[in-house]
C-alpha cells in the first residue's frame, strides 16, 4: 500500500513539471499572401510538383478543395500552366482516379512556408517575400509516402 501510495505521489509531482509549449501555435499564423508573392511561391511549388509527380498528361487530374484565397488561385493557374486538369468542384468523371492535392501556407519569423501534399509524396519550401515575388529561403524538402 505504501509503493502505490508513493507512486500516487510521484505521478503527481511529476505531472506537475509539464508544460504545454505553444511556441509555434502562437508565432504560426494562417497566411493570407496576396499578388506577386502568392504566384511566385505557387509556380514554384507548381514545377517542385510536376518534376515529381510526372508530367501532365491526359490521365493526370488534379482535386483541390474549393478555396477563393489569392494563393489558392495561383496554385490552380500554376498546375494548369503545366498542362494538369485541376478540379475544384468535385464533378470528376467515374473513369478518371484524380490525384488529391492538398496545400497550407504559414508565416513564420518574416519567413512563407508553403506546403503541398498528395497522398504518396509532400512538398515544403520556406520563402523570403519580395516587392517582386518571393525567393526561396530554403532547400525544397521531399517526402515520400508509401
Known sequence: MRKLFAFFIATALLSSCQTTDDALTTSSTPLAVSGPVAS????????????????AGAATTIKLEKDR?????????????????VVTDGKIAKD???V???YAIESF??????????PS??????YTPTAAGATPASPLSIMQRN
Open 109 to 118: 519569423d518574416g519567413e512563407v512556408f508553403a506546403r503541398v501534399s498528395t
Open 121 to 126: 509524396i509532400a512538398l515544403g519550401r520556406a
Open 96 to 98: 478518371v482516379k484524380p
Open 69 to 85: 484565397s489569392e494563393f489558392a488561385t495561383a496554385l490552380e493557374a500554376a498546375l494548369k500552366g503545366w498542362g494538369y486538369t
Open 40 to 55: 511566385a511561391i505557387a509556380g514554384d511549388m507548381a514545377s517542385r510538383l510536376a518534376e515529381q509527380i510526372g508530367p
Open 100 to 102: 488529391e492535392l492538398a
